[in-house]
């Protein structure tokens, strides 16, 4: 009796992982929304070279 209701329980496990994993696509809150266009938007790119004070011992 008892492999019979754990090997249920296994079966009935896989069946709702597979349900949530493959068939219920969940709907995107307003954060992740946000924090995907947050990674698509491009940077804005600074040279910082320019504000690099000279090494030390140069005669600049």
């Known amino acids: ?3 019979y209701m754990s090997g249920g ?3 009935s496990n896989a ?4 349900y949530y994993l493959f068939v219920q696509q969940p709907s995107p ?3 992740i929304q946000t ?6 938007r ?7 070279a320019e ?3 000279p090494p030390i011992g140069s005669k600049d």
Do not use: K, Y
């Open 51 to 53: 504000h690099i004070p």
């Open 35 to 40: 924090a995907q266009e947050a990674l698509i």
């Open 9 to 11: 329980l296994v079966i």
């Open 42 to 48: 491009p940077l804005p790119f600074n040279n910082s």
């Open 15 to 18: 069946i709702t992982l597979g």
């Open 1 to 3: 009796m008892m492999p």
């Open 29 to 31: 809150t307003q954060s």
